[in-house]
T-cell receptor
Framework: AQSVAQPEDQVNVAEGNPLTVKCTYS??????LFWYVQYPNRGLQFLLK??????LVKGSYGFEAEFNKSQTSFHLKKPSALVSDSALYFC?????????????FGGGTRVLVKP | DAGVIQSPRHEVTEMGQEVTLRCKPI?????LFWYRQTMMRGLELLIY????????DSGMPEDRFSAKMPNASFSTLKIQPSEPRDSAVYFC??????????????FGPGTRLTVL
């Protein structure tokens, strides 16, 4: 069975500093990997995904993520964090042969960017 | 496109009452998902449909919960009878037709349910 781990419940970073949100996964075969963001009182919004190809994926709002097969990781990064990036971030994985588009989500990491 | 539409946005009810949550997926999407989010348990997948057919309902907590998708543009999640521990935010999400690639899910704004 597939699983996703987000080892940090919360990440604190100063505005302007680099932001990293960690994600590791366990799945058979080549996974599809996703990052979502949830702002307060809102639904989840898609940020980016890795399907195949270049291991560095660029997404919305200046975020990027790097797929590392040997470390089974898909960490989310942003070179310079903004206060408005404060939100809850979810990593998700879909096994390549899963029916439909069912995703397995991690537990989420709360990001707090301080001015 | 208006995105995934959920109603009501907020629901307050008393224990024992029936609650019905509604979802209209994005037009043309053929997968629909119901999630529940709480502080204690995080984001949980309750059930999902492909082409209006339930594929996996293993996340439905108990028989008090039921979900239907009578057509491609409408789904309901019903709780009967409701209990205080059902209080949560319920999200509906939809996804385009699978074509061998990983299509992302699009989430609605959620329904915040409070059972007193």
């Amino acid at each position: 069975a597939q699983s996703v781990a987000q080892p940090e419940d919360q990440v604190n970073v100063a505005e302007g500093n680099p932001l990293t949100v960690k994600c590791t996964y366990s799945v058979s075969g080549n996974p599809y990997l996703f990052w979502y963001v949830q702002y307060p009182n809102r639904g989840l919004q898609f940020l980016l995904k890795y399907i195949t190809g270049d291991n560095l994926v660029k997404g919305s709002y200046g975020f990027e993520a790097e797929f590392n097969k040997s470390q089974t990781s898909f960490h989310l990064k942003k070179p310079s964090a903004l206060v408005s990036d404060s939100a809850l971030y979810f990593c998700a994985v879909r096994p390549p042969r899963a029916a439909g588009n069912k995703l397995t989500f991690g537990g989420g990491t709360r990001v707090l960017v301080k001015p | 496109d208006a995105g995934v539409i959920q109603s009501p946005r907020h629901e307050v009810t008393e224990m024992g009452q029936e609650v019905t949550l509604r979802c209209k997926p994005i037009s043309g999407h053929n997968s629909l998902f119901w999630y529940r989010q709480t502080m204690m348990r995080g984001l949980e997948l309750l059930i999902y449909f492909n082409n209006n057919v339930p594929i996996d309902d293993s996340g439905m907590p108990e028989d008090r919960f039921s979900a239907k998708m009578p057509n491609a543009s409408f789904s309901t999640l019903k709780i009967q009878p409701s209990e205080p521990r059902d209080s949560a935010v319920y999200f509906c999400a939809s996804s385009p037709r699978t074509s061998g690639l990983g299509n992302e899910q699009f989430f609605g704004p959620g329904t915040r349910l409070t059972v007193l």
